[in-house]
């Protein structure tokens, strides 16, 4: 395996692992290109590290032998899980209200685009039809409008998918931390 392999597998710097190897850093980045070649003794410092990525040990006279167990991974911060599902679970409930809004918002203008092709279809006299044409168009449009940009369908399914989204982060911090999940509304 070379260095860059290794720098890759380990994710270190140039810098780290020339000093691992008792090298400047300008020689590990000449060797990387193939302008020098390795000592003995970077030689065996680059041997370990090649080893240890295979759970091995060299035992300095050739061999090898199985690597002792793992070091174990820290355990989450639970102080910083449960300050960020704090953070979730308020943002949830604002935009709960916000989607409510939006539907409080939405419904009338969706009761105009019912009513419309009734008000279209009265058979009846009508003593300014050029005068009701134009206000049925402002009645239907503006709310065309409205529901297209500022309540409608876009802007709630672009809220419910936020909720989904920070109620799924929720659900894994409160496992993470073995606490309820926030309720769904």
Request: proline share 7%; charged share 20%; with cysteine.
């Amino acid at each position: 395996m070379n260095t860059r392999a290794l720098r890759t597998l380990f994710g270190l710097s140039q810098d780290m692992l020339a000093e691992w190897l008792g090298v400047a850093r300008s020689s590990l980045a000449l060797t990387e290109r193939g302008y020098q070649s390795t000592t003995a003794t970077t030689g065996v410092q680059q041997l370990r590290l090649e080893l240890a990525a295979q759970g091995l040990v060299y035992n300095g006279a050739g061999g090898t032998f199985p690597a002792p167990l793992p070091l174990p991974e820290p355990e989450p911060d639970a102080e910083e899980l449960g300050f960020r599902l704090r953070q979730c679970r308020l943002k949830i409930q604002g935009l709960e209200v916000q989607l409510e809004t939006l539907y409080r918002r939405a419904a009338p203008l969706r009761a105009r685009l019912v009513a419309a092709p009734a008000l279209r279809a009265y058979p009846g006299p009508i003593v300014s039809p050029e005068q009701e044409q134009n206000w049925l168009t402002i009645f239907e449009q503006e709310a065309r409008r409205q529901l297209r940009t500022t309540c409608g369908a876009t802007a709630i399914r672009l809220l419910e998918a936020r909720l989904a989204g920070l109620r799924c982060e929720a659900d894994i911090l409160a496992e993470g931390l073995d606490v309820e999940p926030p309720a769904a509304s």
